[in-house]
């Protein structure tokens, strides 16, 4: 009997244990060094937005995403990713000289999409969960972005 319930402490701690590591699992880092997981946010949609400094369209977007930023911040969170592989450092560099009010990502641990975007600038319309609802190619405005995450809310 001592046998059996000590296998079944084990087997507990176990269990727990692998609960503990899925649920403290970091999906991506910020150049601020926050942690973040695509299903986590209180509820919040995600807009992640690839971009790149040689990219004019991507640059151009900017102060559109900025906007949307600055109108939804409340519901929505809004992530820049660097199509380039760039350090914490360089990364910071472009956030400040192109006014990225957002969170720019530093580190990605897992995709919910299949791979990185093949053409710039593209952006992916999260849910609440994490899973993606849509993905847009090409500059967008931030009415755009809302009217998107509208109408993907309603379906």
Not at 20 to 37: C, H, I, M, P, W
Not at 116 to 145: C, F, H, M, W
Request: hydrophobic content about 40%; aromatic content about 10%.
């Amino acid at each position: 009997m001592k046998k059996i319930v000590i296998g079944l402490a084990a087997l507990l701690a176990l269990l727990l244990g692998l609960w503990a590591q899925n649920s403290l699992k970091v999906d991506f880092t910020s150049t601020d060094g926050n942690e973040y997981r695509w299903s986590s946010g209180e509820g919040k949609w995600k807009v992640v937005n690839y971009f790149a400094e040689w990219c004019a369209p991507c640059l151009r977007e900017m102060p559109e995403l900025n906007r949307f930023y600055q109108l939804h911040k409340d519901e929505i969170d809004i992530f820049a990713v660097s199509f380039d592989p760039l350090d914490n450092e360089q990364l910071t560099a472009l956030k400040h000289k192109y006014d990225i009010q957002f969170a720019v990502v530093a580190s990605l641990n897992s995709l919910p999409w299949n791979q990185p975007p093949k053409s710039l600038p593209t952006t992916y319309i999260l849910d609440a969960k994490g899973n993606v609802r849509q993905q847009l190619k090409g500059e967008q405005s931030a009415q755009k972005l809302i009217q998107t995450i509208n109408q993907l809310k309603s379906l």
